[in-house]
């Protein structure tokens, strides 16, 4: 069992900054990927990014390009995505969730934190 419990999530004017931290337990990570997903309001949950656990390779949706980081500390077990320039269309509930390797499905999921992109 994994669980993952996210923070950091908050109310940000268009343009702002925000950074989301995913704290992981259960088990220690070798060939695990970490990632952040997203719901907007009345929409469907969708990728933003992953990290590699072990060699810290990373993907990001093309929204998210050159806007959002996202990175992991091994030894705090944490992973973090630092949102930048945020625009009303990132207004989503953000989940961290886990997968075992390249080849497998997420299988563990946060409870989401919200985030607010709003004038």
């Known amino acids: 069992q994994v669980q993952l419990t996210e923070s950091g999530g908050g109310s940000v004017q268009p343009g702002g900054s925000l950074t989301l931290s995913c704290a992981a337990s259960?088990?220690?990570?070798?060939?695990?990927?970490l990632g952040w997903f997203r719901q907007p309001p009345g929409g469907r949950r969708e990728f933003v990014a992953e990290?590699?656990?072990?060699?810290?390779?990373?993907y990001y949706i093309d929204s998210a390009k050159g806007r959002f980081t996202i990175s992991r500390d091994k030894v705090k077990n944490t992973v973090e995505l630092q949102m930048n320039n945020l625009k009303p269309e990132d207004t989503a509930v953000y989940s961290c969730?886990?997968?075992?390797?390249?080849?497998?499905?997420?299988?563990?999921w946060g409870r989401g934190t919200q985030v607010l992109v709003s004038s």
């Open positions: 259960g088990r220690s990570f070798s060939s695990d990927f």
């Open positions: 969730a886990q997968r075992q390797d390249s080849t497998s499905g997420y299988a563990f």
């Open positions: 990290i590699s656990w072990s060699d810290g390779r990373t």
